[in-house]
């Protein structure tokens, strides 16, 4: 296995270096009223230094589309430095039209040329039918598409339902813990691509819990949209928890961009000496949980 690009080790500000690419479609999840409903694409722009996610409702493939996205992606995060995509037709078309577009702008001269060499955004291509290049990106196209399917299932959405649950996706995204936020042993916070984007944790407003037998259409449907889970489970082992170590506490139907983060405060190991369970403590008390149930976050120095 390689080593990361160095593009993933710069400390830029948020997206300006970053991944582009499509999920989709999204068979007859888009609708107007009155009219048939039809396929839609989303557009997933991730952050090289932060992980952090920005998703972007698109009609169709076509390059103009894809110019479309990104002017709205630019307009709410800044001009990137470089955006990093596969071989797909509407990115080759987007970059051949961004570099058309500034050598039209140097053409000119003065302080056009200036602004252009200061603004202009490069677009670097993996090499094709290479997937595995592109992981960062394929990563968080994976988890989009299981919280926006899970959530959507057959129903159809309008233009305003789909846009919210769009940002629903992307602030549960944008919440997940990359590490503990300092060293101190009794610190129970994790930094999250939230923390980087506005300065503090992503938090959801309040909502009621849902009865588990009920129908949809009895709701308002903005309930249903609103009415993200995310839930963790373990497959393979991980190195003996220790005692000071920050983890998430693996809790099953959450709200939406909660997360209970605790402090490892005694192991108990098993005759193999192989730590399976733990006690934590979290803001609401103390625990003792199975490792299955706990993920360990790195101490960012």
Not at 3 to 18: H, M, V
Not at 247 to 262: C, F, T
Request: charged share 25%; glycine share 8%; proline share 6%.
């Amino acid at each position: 296995m390689g080593n990361l690009p160095a593009d993933r080790l710069r400390a830029l500000r948020p997206f300006n270096i970053c991944g582009v690419d499509f999920c989709g479609p999204f068979s007859r999840t888009y609708r107007i009223r009155g009219k048939p409903p039809y396929k839609s694409y989303v557009a997933l722009f991730v952050c090289f230094a932060s992980k952090a996610v920005h998703l972007e409702l698109v009609s169709d493939l076509t390059t103009d589309a894809f110019l479309l996205a990104f002017q709205r992606f630019v307009s709410r995060r800044g001009i990137p430095e470089k955006v990093w995509c596969d071989n797909a037709t509407n990115f080759v078309g987007a970059d051949r039209h961004m570099r058309e577009f500034r050598a039209r702008l140097e053409e000119q001269g003065g302080g056009i040329e200036t602004f252009a060499s200061k603004k202009g955004c490069e677009f670097a291509f993996i090499p094709p039918r290479a997937l595995h290049f592109g992981g960062l990106w394929e990563a968080g196209v994976k988890s989009a598409k299981h919280l926006f399917l899970r959530t959507v299932g057959q129903d159809l959405l309008t233009a305003e339902e789909l846009g919210t649950l769009l940002t629903s996706v992307e602030a549960v995204l944008n919440s997940r813990p990359l590490g503990a936020l300092s060293s101190d042993p009794n610190d129970g916070e994790a930094l999250t691509p939230g923390h980087l984007l506005i300065g503090g944790p992503l938090l959801a407003p309040p909502s009621a819990a849902l009865p588990d037998q009920i129908s949809l259409t009895c709701l308002r449907r903005w309930r249903g949209v609103s009415s993200l889970r995310q839930r963790s489970k373990w497959h393979q082992g991980e190195r003996n928890l220790v005692v000071g170590a920050l983890v998430v506490v693996a809790e099953d139907n959450l709200p939406p961009q909660q997360w209970r983060i605790g402090r490892v405060v005694a192991v108990h190991a098993g005759v193999d000496s192989k730590v399976r369970v733990a006690d934590v403590r979290t803001q609401d008390g103390e625990y003792r949980r199975a490792v299955h149930r706990l993920a360990l976050l790195p101490v960012l120095l």
